[in-house]
């Protein structure tokens, strides 16, 4: 079966470089969450899409922009990074909006800003 | 509004069963749990609907308390494989999901 693809898988910059994460969801689904891991943490939720609109906004700082496009595939572009911008993003994606649907985890990309 | 989780974290024996719970300030919609292994992404367990509909695995079992805004997941007869960190996660408003603190489960042989 189909799963979240996430490119890069891996991904080093430099402080105050910018960089730009993918996300590819799951045939059919039309809502994109994104969430932000540090080491030894839980995700904190980002930001999310619902049929290409942004849906909600969590602890998303403003440097940070993200879409998603008509085919479905978001993009999170972080620009200025920081070092404390280190971690796991990963995307996830389901079937619909809302609360009662579970979500399926891309492998995630991992950002490392020196 | 994140989820508190409780324990922190737990040591099992193979086949021995542990109870993680969850427990929010806000009001809730529903419960997700989720497993996350180290390195990896989060993989869907269960959700838990008020009116008492789940969605999930059928060797998972969880219970979601709606009045007391909380909610429980049974592991018994615990695997090597269950080992990871569990979450709890809920939807305040919309598309908005927190994740809880986490429980990190160990099972030794």
């Known amino acids: 079966a189909a799963g979240v693809i996430q490119s890069p898988r891996h991904l080093i910059k430099e402080k105050r470089e910018t960089a730009t994460l993918k996300c590819y969801p799951i045939?059919?689904?039309?809502?994109v969450y994104w969430y932000q891991q540090g080491p030894g943490q839980d995700p904190q939720f980002l930001i999310s899409?619902?049929?290409?609109?942004?849906?909600d906004k969590g602890s998303i700082p403003d440097r940070f922009s993200a879409q998603q496009f008509s085919d479905y595939h978001s993009e999170l572009n972080m620009s200025s990074l920081e070092l404390g911008d280190s971690a796991l993003y990963f995307c996830?994606?389901?079937?619909?909006?809302?609360?009662?649907?579970?979500?399926?985890f891309g492998p995630g990309t991992r950002l490392t800003v020196l | 509004q994140q989820p508190v989780q409780s324990p922190q974290a737990v040591i099992l024996r193979e086949g021995e069963d542990a109870v993680i719970n969850c427990s929010s300030s806000k009001a809730l919609y529903s419960v997700h749990w989720y497993r996350q292994k180290h390195g990896e992404a989060p993989v869907f367990l269960m959700i838990?609907?008020?009116?008492?509909e789940q969605k999930g695995h059928e060797k998972i079992s969880a219970s979601f308390n709606e009045k007391k805004q909380q909610s429980s997941l049974y592991l018994t007869a615990s695997q090597l494989s269950y080992s990871g960190t569990y979450f709890c996660g809920t939807a305040i408003t919309g598309n908005q999901f927190y994740f809880g603190t986490g429980t990190s489960l160990t099972v030794i042989p």
């Open positions: 996830a994606s389901s079937l619909k909006a809302g609360v009662n649907h579970e979500q399926f």
């Open positions: 045939p059919r689904h039309d809502t």
């Open positions: 899409f619902y049929e290409k609109m942004q849906s």
């Open positions: 838990l609907l008020k009116g008492g």
